[in-house]
């Protein structure tokens, strides 16, 4: 399957606990996404890297909520101290920017579903 | 980004087509109209997009009034797997600029395709 994966699938966790999900993008897609979904709502975004640099952070990312891109590749986001807010699906989409002038689709991966109790 | 309105919930049977509108009645002249789905429990899914002139692929249609102000979605043959909910989305295009990346999801409707 050559789509964008995450792992885990799911994740429950105590309140307090720090928690890393991991998302690799389609191979050569130079831009990543991640997006939250909580229930009955659409994804909000959350931040996107265009190869390893962080381009954009949205205001819901807090101090506790850290992304990286280390070498363009997969990427990685850690919330800390978990809260019992945090719980929902944390989706991560990749796409492949071409030109200045080009439009693109973003892929969306299965998503990380956290639970935190 | 502009905002979209779109209703909440839709019916189609299953072999007839689905007609999804959305409205967008403040989307400026370099801005998109992106359509896509999400299937419980999997992440959306992309499915056309368009700035002025319709649009067809393999998937659907996508027609836009010509004062951009409205479009719809057309399945032509809904089946059972396309029972979704259906987000429309106004962004501006690839135009340069960092802050062109993100999709604003709205809440979507809610597509039940019956047997």
């Known amino acids: 399957d050559t789509g964008v994966s995450q792992d885990p699938r799911h994740k429950i966790t105590k309140r307090g606990q720090n928690v890393t999900f991991r998302c690799d993008p389609i191979?050569?897609?130079?831009?990543l996404y991640w997006y939250r979904q909580t229930l009955g709502q659409g994804p909000e975004f959350l931040t996107y890297?265009?190869?390893?640099?962080?381009?954009?952070k949205s205001r819901l990312l807090s101090d506790r909520f850290s992304a990286e891109r280390p070498k363009g590749s997969f990427s990685t986001l850690e919330i800390q101290r978990t809260e019992q807010g945090d719980s929902a699906m944390y989706l991560c989409?990749?796409?492949?920017?071409?030109?200045?002038?080009?439009?693109?689709?973003?892929?969306f991966g299965p998503g990380t579903r956290l639970t935190v109790t | 980004d502009a905002k979209t309105t779109q209703p909440p919930s839709m019916d189609c049977a299953e072999g007839r087509a689905a007609n999804l509108p959305c409205n967008h009645s403040?989307?400026?002249?370099?801005?998109?109209v992106y359509w896509y789905r999400q299937i419980h429990s999997q992440g959306p899914q992309y499915i056309i997009h368009?700035?002025?002139n319709n649009e067809t692929n393999e998937m659907a249609s996508l027609i836009i009034t010509e004062d951009r102000k409205s479009s719809t979605l057309i399945l032509p043959h809904a089946t059972l797997r396309d029972t979704a909910v259906y987000y429309c989305?106004?962004?501006?295009?690839?135009?340069?600029?960092?802050?062109?990346?993100?999709?604003?999801f709205g809440q979507g409707t809610i597509l039940t395709v019956h047997p």
């Open positions: 989409a990749s796409s492949f920017k071409r030109d200045r002038r080009s439009s693109y689709e973003q892929y």
């Open positions: 191979s050569e897609h130079n831009r």
């Open positions: 890297f265009q190869n390893e640099a962080q381009l954009e």
């Open positions: 403040t989307i400026s002249g370099n801005e998109y």
């Open positions: 368009g700035l002025k």
């Open positions: 989305i106004v962004r501006p295009g690839t135009t340069g600029g960092t802050s062109y990346g993100k999709l604003t």
